[in-house]
């Protein structure tokens, strides 16, 4: 692409009212391409001005100098051809003209003006200066395409969650494979008596569905069943994925192999370790049982969690103590006992605590299993004990329904001991609602067993990945799939595989075909993502991907290893083998490389790196020092624009360079700060640990990692390492961020100007 710039300021918005037009215009000039001001640019004449230039002069690379990125994005988008560079002089020059708010002060407006802030015009140039060089530096984006895809997907389980999205996709006009490892289809709810009720006034219980669901399903000419399978093993990537298949239970050929860390097989090779897959038979790509998918939905379910281990419940001793899905099996094959206790807690010792992985979902069951008890025996009575019960949503109604049947009796209570007596067992508890211990003689007692996540005790998927074939390894979701679930749901680490129903977190059956239907639609978006060559998620419709000069590799594995999402593999001579449709283009491989040899079309080490040194740093003015930030676009980026639009007072000594993660932050580029003379580096980005929300998994974690070294060095180089730091910030924190910007830029103050300013 032979480049012909453009650049436009625009003086609306109070651009033009705080800010020099003409200096901003001359900075434009100076650093290499012309500025025309218009007083609107997103307006009709002034979007024309750019179509007109674009037309008669074929400008193809634009600077727009006006609001922020993530705001007129229609206004400003002049096609796929063109190149559009974004200078945010609204939300982080013009709107942060006021007083830095200190903690506990009212905010104060902006004093008015007389004449132009130096600082703030010093800040609009640099913003300017930025968006020149992101615009030179930037190339068009050349989009991978697969020379063929394939867009079947293939559904794991078939269960409600499973049965439900392989005919939604099936609506929407795709092939689908169902894999079930049972010999019929409808995982647990085949055992179900009843279901809850789906409709108003949500006060009885429906005709279970699932006979429906699975002759829709085995009718449907666009869908192929396969029970008493499993998945042995899945390799490839979206669009292109080779799944092998094996009968249930059988072992062999199709074993999946131990994962082997690069260490790990340097002692095996050694023989100081011994191998764990020494006589294994495992998957080849070639092994003929193979077949091809474009994407996959994995709904595999949950099992009941254990409870024998509350030695005083009974449970595996007394032979009438049961789980709530043992009674759901026992209640669909006959008559139910005439007074049952379900109980909702362990109790013992843990009053306030429910059952491993309990949930609404187990609440509502024992609801439901206590109107069977009254369905089945007019004299009956059903006792529920509990610690905490949840109904959400509709269910609320459900519940008040249940309580006003007098047979049905409900309280908080801890059970302290199950025991058999005269034939009958003897259920005491204690701390009631009534303050009492109580003792009830009831023919059963019901466990609330919790719904534990298949992916807990084995790889659902069995990838063939370099990075390992589970994807539930963050270790914060108690081995549920590791969606995030805030931001991104069904979707795992693993590009193209999509979670949904028990799997992705415990639901009932109404919440579990709303979760397939949306994991499905997924699934159809990235494979249609993939035809065109765009990213699925997060950073939907980019036509990037990383682009390695392999020349300069040293097959260190850092991008290899660090990459959340598995999208690098090895080829045979340990050199990265990229998987671009897997790739989310979080830029965290650019960043781990130490030869600096990824790069993107429109986001480079070189790039940024110019960007920072583009920064005019005064020499001789201790008043004037520079502070760069580098700030994450999911989170940190949105924040400091909300901080501009509620007209908090930012310090104009920061100047900020939007990232597209902190794992995509290459050390090289604080290097290049400090070596410019920059007073300090500051990180903002998501936040990580229990409470992560980073939306490429690890990022801002890995950012840390990297700064601690990056301390290290600046301390031998007689720098203070706190002249370099990392926080976390959520995008609910634009009230903060100014606080937090301040506390960092008077401690650099505090330890004065870089020392090898001027150098």
């Known amino acids: 692409m032979d480049k012909v710039y453009g650049a436009y300021l625009c003086t609306g918005c109070g651009i033009g009212d705080v800010l020099d037009v003409d200096t901003l215009k001359s900075t434009a000039a100076e650093a290499g391409i012309p500025m025309q001001d218009h007083p609107c640019l997103c307006g009709p ?38 190149i559009t560079v974004r200078a945010n002089l609204r939300e982080q020059v013009a709107w942060i003209a006021a007083p830095v708010q200190k903690e506990g002060e009212e905010a104060a407006e902006a004093p008015a003006a007389e004449g ?8 609009g140039q640099d913003y300017v200066r930025m968006a020149v060089v992101r615009a030179q ?34 609506k929407a006009g795709y092939e689908v494979t169902v894999v079930e490892k049972e010999e019929v289809l409808g995982g647990k709810a085949v055992n179900w008596r009843k279901q809850f009720p789906l409709s108003y006034p949500y006060a009885e219980l429906e005709e279970n569905s699932i006979s429906r669901m699975i002759a829709e399903v085995e009718s449907d000419p ?35 192999p131990a994962k082997v860390t690069v260490d790990e097989q340097e002692k095996i090779e050694k023989g100081e370790l011994e191998d764990p897959n020494a006589g294994l038979k495992v998957y080849t790509e070639k092994n003929p049982n193979g077949e091809t998918f474009g994407a996959i939905v994995a709904a595999t379910g949950w099992r009941s969690a254990d409870v024998s281990e509350y030695e005083h419940l009974g449970y595996g001793r007394i032979k009438n103590v049961v789980t709530n899905l043992e009674f759901e099996k026992l209640a669909k094959d006959g008559k139910v006992p005439a007074n049952v206790a379900f109980v909702q807690s362990p109790g013992g010792k843990e009053h306030d605590k429910d059952f491993p992985y309990c949930n609404s979902v187990t609440s509502m069951v024992a609801l439901k299993q206590a109107k069977y008890v009254r369905e089945d025996n007019p004299e009956g009575k059903a006792y529920i004990l509990y610690q905490h019960m949840r109904t959400p949503g509709n ?27 005269g034939g009958g067992l003897v259920v005491e508890a204690e701390d009631t609602l009534l303050g009492e ?5 009831v023919d059963m007692v019901v466990l609330a067993a919790g719904m534990v996540p298949t992916t807990l005790d084995k790889p659902t998927v069995n990838l063939a990945y370099r990075q390992g074939p589970a994807f539930a390894d963050l270790g914060l979701f108690d081995g549920y799939a590791d969606s995030h679930f805030i931001c991104f749901p069904y979707e795992t680490r693993r590009t193209g595989v999509y979670a949904c129903g028990g799997v992705r977190k415990a639901e009932a059956m109404d919440e579990t075909m709303d979760d397939a239907t949306g994991a499905a639609l997924k699934a159809i978006q990235c494979l249609e993502s993939v035809n065109r060559g765009v990213a699925v998620h997060p950073r939907a419709g980019d036509q990037t991907y990383p682009d390695f000069f392999f020349q300069r590799c040293t097959q260190c594995k850092r991008c290899t290893e ?15 083998l990229p998987n671009p449709t897997r790739c989310r283009r979080c830029g965290t491989c650019m960043g781990a490389c130490p030869e600096r040899i990824i790069n993107f079309a429109d986001y480079s080490i070189d790039m940024i790196g110019s960007m920072v040194k583009s920064i005019e740093v005064p020499d001789d003015d201790e008043e004037k020092l520079r502070i760069i930030v580098f700030v994450c676009e999911n989170d940190a980026y949105p924040a400091i624009d909300m901080s501009g639009m509620h007209r908090n007072g930012l310090n104009k000594l920061v100047r900020f360079i939007p990232v597209r993660c902190l794992g995509s932050m290459n050390m090289v580029w604080i290097k290049d700060a400090m070596s410019s003379g920059m007073d300090g580096a500051l990180l903002l980005g998501c936040r990580w640990g229990d409470d992560y929300q980073c939306h490429f998994v690890k990022g801002s974690e890995l950012a840390n990692k990297r700064m601690e070294n990056i301390g290290e060095s600046l301390g031998t ?43």
């Open 116 to 123: 132009v802030d130096e600082f703030l015009q010093e800040l």
């Open 222 to 256: 666009k869908i192929t069943v396969r029970t008493g399978t499993e998945v042995a093993r899945v390799s490839g990537a979206p669009g292109d994925y080779t799944a092998t298949f094996k009968p249930t239970g059988t072992k062999g050929e199709w074993d999946a």
């Open 717 to 759: 180089l007689g720098l203070e390492p706190e002249r370099c730091a990392v926080k976390q910030v959520a995008i609910s924190d634009y009230d903060k961020i100014p606080q937090m910007i301040e506390e960092f830029v008077e401690e650099i103050i505090e330890m004065g100007p870089n020392p090898f300013k001027g150098f």
């Open 562 to 576: 660090e990459c959340p999402f598995g999208a690098i593999d090895d080829d045979p001579k340990g050199t990265p």
């Open 395 to 421: 269910m609320e109604l459900f519940y008040k329904g249940i309580q006003s049947d007098d047979g049905i009796f409900l309280t908080k209570a801890a059970v302290t001991k199950v025991e058999e007596q």
């Open 437 to 441: 211990t109580m003792n009830l003689n």
């Open 45 to 82: 004449e002034g979007r024309a001005l750019i179509e007109k230039d674009m037309a008669e002069k074929g400008v193809n690379t634009i600077v727009v100098a006006a609001c922020s990125p993530r705001v007129m994005q229609k206004e400003f988008d002049f096609g796929e051809n063109t």
């Open 137 to 170: 530096k930037t190339k068009l984006p050349e989009p991978y395409i697969p020379e063929s895809i394939n867009k079947r997907i293939l559904v794991m389980g078939g269960g409600i969650a499973g049965l439900t999205a392989a005919r939604e996709a099936s």
